[in-house]
């Protein structure tokens, strides 16, 4: 099964929403964005979660110290890396932070091209497979870590997106919606989908019918991307 991340979430109607709608995971940004949420406000939600559904934090350059701190007051169970954060950085976050935390290190390909040499580098470093549950690639845009709403490239990067999967679960981001994550599914074959803004009915609220269809769609398409996805899986982490 497709591991699917609803993320921005700002209130418990939304979250609860998701919920229901069939999600394995939510996303809170406490990052510079439309969506940004306060730990106090992330708590309040988390807490009328079930303890099964992931409680993700989405970070941008933020000091370990600070991550910790908020993974404690809001609840989370994950934490997601948005910014220039390397290996080191994840690292020290698994070795203070308690219980084990679920670690993605998000990479932006909104230039594909330009963005191969950075992506691979993250990659190969020595032990990244040890410490981050998973990469997340995302569009981005001029000025933004995420939350662009547009895909990248996805044919240009489908090269190299087989060889990182290879290595580590992927997740896509950026720019999905109910009538495209079928045809992403199908190009990429992932461990995960997140989708912010397309299943929105304006930015930092969602859309009940819109999430609904998302995981429908996902679900849809995953009698085709299953078996080749066992293929080459990675262990889940």
């Not at 807490?47 to 409680?55: C, H, I, R």
């Not at 990479?107 to 020595?126: D, Q, Y």
């Not at 990182?164 to 495209?180: C, H, T, Y």
């Amino acid at each position: 099964m497709t591991w699917i991340k609803i993320c921005g979430t700002t209130n418990v109607e939304d979250a609860l929403a998701s919920v229901e709608a069939g999600a394995d995971a939510l996303g809170f940004v406490f990052a510079p964005s439309p969506r940004r949420i306060s730990p106090r406000d992330a708590a309040r939600i988390t807490a009328a979660l079930p303890a099964a559904m992931e409680k993700i934090g989405v970070f941008v350059n933020q000091t370990v110290e600070l991550v910790l701190d908020t993974v404690e007051k809001a609840g989370l169970t994950g934490v997601q890396l948005h910014g220039d954060e390397d290996r080191s950085f994840g690292q020290r976050l698994l070795q203070e932070a308690r219980p084990k935390l679920r670690l993605l290190k998000a990479v932006s390909l909104r230039e594909v091209g330009e963005a191969k040499g950075k992506t691979f580098a993250v990659a190969a470093a020595e032990g990244a497979a040890a410490v981050f549950s998973g990469l997340l690639l995302d569009s981005g845009a001029k000025g933004k870590r995420g939350g662009a709403g547009l895909p990248f490239d996805w044919q240009e990067a489908a090269p190299m997106t087989r060889l990182l999967a290879k290595k580590f679960p992927l997740v896509i981001a950026g720019g999905l919606n109910p009538e495209n994550v079928g045809k992403a599914l199908q190009i990429f074959h992932p461990w995960g989908v997140d989708v912010v803004s397309g299943v929105e009915q304006a930015p930092g609220k969602k859309d009940p019918a819109k999430l609904r269809a998302f995981i429908a769609a996902v679900h849809g398409a995953e009698s085709v991307t299953v078996p080749l996805r066992q293929e080459n899986a990675v262990t889940r982490k």
